[in-house]
């Protein structure tokens, strides 16, 4: 079945880096859009950053523009954040998404990974 | 950036009773909106993609409405497995945007 599952996560300081990981398997991982989200402790959700199936469209939601990079590896079936320069407002649980190959925009995230939780803190 | 304003930020309820939910977005989205269902500790769900489509496999008692602006999320006889936090999500303009979460409670 389909699977996403991230990893990467764990205690950093401010303004040090991490990479996320999420490993795919049960799709065809180079047809599909991928998204990460975040969701800080007691808050709602937030939007992070977004890759299109051809790994070549990006996009990123203000809070992270230009600190974080969102990548795949196409051989690996895995999705990368590459998380630089963090701050204490980026603890959360980070999960990783999978969307529409060509509708994303109509059908959404249909498919979820479990988390990982990444907190700063010096 | 498309802002969602999410209303009510909780609310109080018995089992049975009908539950309405509402988004509005800042700038006409279409049809372009999802509700996500999350439980404590655990990943967010999809309930209705494309404003009105119900996802396989969810219960029938919820549905969705509206278009453009103001959005509709319907529980028609709240159950106890219902009881969560949901969540709307404009799918139409980059960056995507949540509202900010309805959390629902037993009275």
């Known amino acids: 079945q389909v699977q996403l599952v991230e990893s990467g996560g764990g205690v950093v300081q401010p303004g040090r880096s991490l990479r996320l990981s999420c490993v795919t398997s049960g799709f065809t991982f180079d047809m599909f859009g991928m998204h990460w989200v975040r969701q800080a402790p007691g808050k709602g959700l937030e939007w992070v950053a977004a890759i299109w199936f051809d790994g070549k469209t990006k996009y990123y939601g203000d809070s992270v523009k230009g600190r974080f990079t969102i990548s795949r590896d196409i051989s690996k079936s895995t999705l990368y954040l590459q998380m630089n320069s963090l701050r204490a407002e980026d603890t959360a649980v980070y999960y990783c998404?999978?969307?529409?190959?060509?509708?994303?925009?109509?059908?959404?995230?249909?498919?979820w990974g479990q988390g990982t939780t990444v907190t700063v803190s010096s | 950036d498309i802002q969602m304003t999410q209303s009510p930020s909780s609310l109080s309820a018995s089992v049975g009773d009908r539950v309405t939910i509402t988004c509005r977005a800042s700038?006409?989205?279409?049809?372009?909106l999802g509700w996500y269902q999350q439980k404590p500790g655990k990943a967010p769900k999809r309930l209705i993609y494309g404003t009105s489509s119900l996802q396989n496999g969810v219960p029938s008692r919820f549905s969705g409405s509206g278009s453009g602006t103001e959005f509709t999320l319907t529980i028609s006889s709240l159950q106890p497995e219902d009881f969560a936090t949901y969540y709307c999500l404009q799918q139409n303009t980059y960056p995507w945007t949540f509202g900010q979460g309805t959390k629902v409670e037993i009275k």
């Open positions: 700038q006409d989205i279409r049809n372009d």
């Open positions: 998404a999978r969307v529409h190959p060509k509708a994303a925009y109509y059908y959404g995230i249909d498919v």
